[in-house]
């Protein structure tokens, strides 16, 4: 499957963004997805994910009540809504498909966003 992420922009601390990634080919709906991403000269880290059939929902810490991960598995997208964002959720934003368990092989080019106070 072939990942295409947007969305991303510069805001403002408090303000919200919606990330969308697109999905090719057949194997979308045998993923789970992930949102990652990695900030200026720090690792990639995971943000959220959400299983197959969107009945379960993982977030890291720091982002837990403020984003929200969704999908629409008849559109081959996921989402990934991020309210009250803050500076530090400055990065490049990467969505990922993991077919049926086997770990995140499936990988979009990143989407960048910019928080400033």
């Known amino acids: 499957v072939q990942l295409q992420a947007s969305g991303g922009g510069s805001v403002q601390a408090g303000d919200s963004l919606r990330l969308s990634c697109a999905a090719s080919g057949r194997t979308f709906s045998r993923c789970a997805m992930g949102w990652f991403r990695q900030a200026p000269g720090k690792e990639r880290e995971f943000v959220a994910s959400i299983s197959r059939s969107a009945g379960d929902t993982y977030y890291a810490d720091s982002v837990k009540g403020r984003f929200t991960i969704s999908r629409d598995n008849a559109k081959n997208t996921v989402y990934l809504q991020m309210n009250s964002l803050k500076p530090e959720d400055t990065a490049v934003y990467y969505c990922?498909?993991?077919?049926?368990?086997?770990?995140?092989?499936?990988w979009g080019q990143g989407t960048l966003v910019t928080v400033s106070s």
């Open positions: 990922a498909g993991d077919e049926y368990g086997q770990g995140y092989h499936y």
